[in-house]
Each structure stands twice: as C-alpha cells, then as structure tokens.
C-alpha cells in the first residue's frame, strides 16, 4: 500500500514537472514569436515614417510632423534593436539631417540617391538578419 502510494505521488510529479516544462517553452516560444511581429511593425513604421518626411520635404511641403513621426519611430528602432540594425537606422537618420539641411532641391535630389536610398537598403539588410526572414 505505500509502496503504490508512493509510487503514484512519483508519478504525478514527473507528470507535473513536464507538464510545466512543456507549457515554460510553448509560452517562451510565444513570447518570442510576439516580440518578432512588433519588431516588424516598428521597422516598417520607421520606414514609412523616413519615406514620408522625405517625400513631403521634396515636395516642400510643412513636414513638421512627419519629421517628428520619423524621430519617434527612430528612437524606438534604437531601444529594441541589435546593434547592427541600430547603427543602420543611425546611417538612414544621419542620411534624413542631411536631406533637410540641403540648400537645393537639386541638392537634396543627390543626397537622396547617394546617402538615404544606400542607409535604407543597409537598414533593410541588417533587419532582415536580424528577424532571420
């Protein structure tokens, strides 16, 4: 009788110890997969957002809250990313100062084709590294 007693208690503690070791990696795996999907929608809003103030300055067009779009998603691709993905949106955020500095449209039509298409294809390269996709 204590021998089956025993037995039984062994048992529903193994089965209790995978059983939580098996939903530790479903929710680890969840959390990971959740993560993944909002660093994807943090690099693309900072995309569209550097697209959009870029556009709107070519256009000459008040790009005041665009630009402060930009800044925030910016500053949000540098809390959550690795370090080379950080010093891309670095390279497409120095790229942005120097469009808006430009003197000349014709100015800012070079610094586009040098510096900002080159620090986003970078961008896009490192996140896609980064993400494994």
């Known amino acids: ?10 048992g529903l503690v193994v089965g209790s ?12 795996h969840t959390d990971a997969t959740q993560f993944q999907e909002k660093r994807i929608e943090i690099y ?29 998603c910016f500053e949000t691709v540098r809390l959550i990313a690795s370090e080379p993905v950080r010093d891309a949106a670095n390279a497409v955020h120095f790229a942005f ?5 430009a003197s000349t449209p014709h100015a800012m039509e070079e610094l586009i084709d040098q510096s900002f298409h080159l620090a986003v ?3 896009v390269g490192e996140t896609r590294k980064e993400l494994r996709v």
Do not use: P
């Open 121 to 123: 294809a970078k961008f």
């Open 17 to 28: 110890y995978a059983t939580y070791k098996i939903q530790e990696r479903r929710l680890r």
């Open 1 to 10: 009788m204590v021998v089956s007693t025993l037995g039984t208690l062994a």
């Open 44 to 72: 693309a809003q900072f995309l569209d957002s550097a697209n959009t103030a870029i556009a709107q300055l070519v256009k000459n067009i008040d790009a005041s809250a665009h630009q402060r779009r930009f800044l925030l």
């Open 97 to 101: 100062g120097k469009i808006s500095n």
